[in-house]
């Protein structure tokens, strides 16, 4: 099972100081940020996903200015993400449309040629073809057809379309990249049928859209539907979707691979579980700044809060919590200078059980990911992008492993076997969806 890590230009600055909260003057991003495969000395990826909605910067999806943009083109995925230099290059790029980017729209805002030659252009070793995303889900459309939104069905036929038309194309062309078609649905037997349609059109690698928002039982039960038409020599991709606790039922069903941003985004989108340990979440110890915070400065300028009264407990916060990682200060201690700043910018609002819960197992102790070794506990402080994000790579570090532990169950002999038979030993694997 592998994990491709889609690009959404997370990267961190290594001259960024902790304590002064300051970063060197002569940094140029581009040159000096690092991305997580030069962050971490062990492998937390087996590829990256790049979407060309988000290099193009349709709707809200930007992430590139229009010079990392050229760069991109000009030099290419492995130049300018500088994978060869890593330890555990080559890493493989695979290329989408970023359907989500263009969601409201009618139909697709890209010709099949403008994506070939963004791919090509960008050296990705697969390419994902054109397609239109369906959010809608109903099981019950099964048994009644004729109720499926128009709207719904068009965007499957135009999926389809465009994926025979590509299809076509790259064989004529005798581009280098790998095709992958993709199949829409809205049900297991929608699913099912845009599979059974791309095999027939000659794909044998084929991403599943749409899945993001579905729960699992609806991800199985569509898994289940293709299942009956997948050629054995067919692998399935899912989009955007992360379970550690089916991956085992997935692969069964011929699930190969598989993206998502969920482990990052989480370390700071989260209310609760922003810090991933192997068997748990955390939430993380919000010390909000008050220079540059939004809704504080708000606060600050309507005369509700005190400047130099929040500097001040914000300070004391900080240094309760360096010291409690010195092992100077006691967890009551911290709690009562996290709660006294929390209800300066949060009255009303109390984190006080589940810091109680991070700050007695102090889960950063006990990882071995670069981020926790380095950082200490300013890796569990939600506190501005720098911390954040170092974060979200921590817990795509820990999401790795979690993955490979759930994918490595095996079927082992036990006494009571008969011979050449196998009995499957139970694996203890990450507990939730993440």
Not at 46 to 70: C, E, F, H, M
């Amino acid at each position: 099972m592998k994990y491709f890590m889609p690009d959404s230009q997370d990267l961190v600055d290594p001259s960024f100081d902790f304590d002064t909260e300051r970063r060197s003057t002569s940094r140029l991003r581009q040159r000096d940020d690092l991305y997580a495969h030069e962050l971490f000395r062990e492998r937390m990826l087996d590829g990256i996903l790049v979407s060309k909605g988000i290099v193009d910067g349709v709707g809200s999806g930007g992430r590139y200015t229009n010079a990392q943009r050229q760069r991109l083109l000009r030099v290419g995925a492995r130049e300018f993400f500088r994978t060869e230099g890593t330890a555990w290059a080559p890493i493989p790029f695979i290329g989408d449309c970023g359907a989500f980017t263009y969601v409201r729209e009618p139909t697709p805002p890209y010709s099949i040629e403008e994506v070939a030659t963004f791919y090509v252009e960008c050296g990705f070793d697969l390419g994902i073809s054109v397609d239109h995303v369906i959010l809608e889900y109903n099981a019950a459309w099964d048994e009644s057809p004729r109720e499926v939104p128009a709207a719904v069905t068009e965007r499957q036929s135009i999926t389809l379309e465009l994926a025979q038309k590509f299809f076509a194309f790259h064989r004529s062309e005798r581009l280098p990249f790998e095709l992958v078609g993709v199949a829409q649905g809205w049900s297991a037997k929608s699913y099912e049928r845009a599979v059974r349609e791309l095999q027939a059109m000659g794909y044998r690698h084929i991403a599943l859209g749409g899945m993001v928002p579905l729960k699992t039982p609806e991800i199985i039960a569509s898994l289940r539907g293709v299942a009956r038409v997948r050629r054995k020599d067919t692998k399935l991709h899912l989009l955007g979707v992360t379970r550690t606790d089916s991956l085992q039922e997935f692969a069964s069903l011929g699930v190969t691979s598989f993206d998502s941003t969920s482990p990052l985004r989480q370390a700071f989108k989260d209310a609760t579980d922003n810090f991933y340990s192997m068997d748990a979440e955390y939430t993380a110890i919000r010390i909000p700044q008050v220079q540059g915070n939004p809704s504080l400065q708000k606060m600050i300028s309507s005369g509700r809060v005190v400047q130099e009264t929040a500097r001040k407990l914000e300070r004391a916060a900080l240094e309760a919590m360096k010291r409690f990682d010195a092992g100077a200060m006691k967890v009551p201690a911290v709690l009562s200078a996290l709660q006294a700043y929390e209800d300066l910018y949060s009255p009303g609002k109390s984190h006080y059980e589940a810091y109680r819960r991070t700050l007695e197992d102090q889960p950063w102790k006990s990882c071995k990911c670069d981020v926790c070794r380095s950082l200490g506990h300013h890796v569990i402080l939600f506190r501005g992008a720098e911390r954040n994000r170092r974060r979200g790579l921590h817990n795509t570090w820990t999401f790795y492993r979690r993955v490979q532990r759930a994918a490595s169950a095996v079927l082992v002999p036990t006494e009571k076997s008969r011979p050449g038979t196998r009995s499957r030993r139970p694996l203890k694997t990450a507990t939730g969806d993440v």
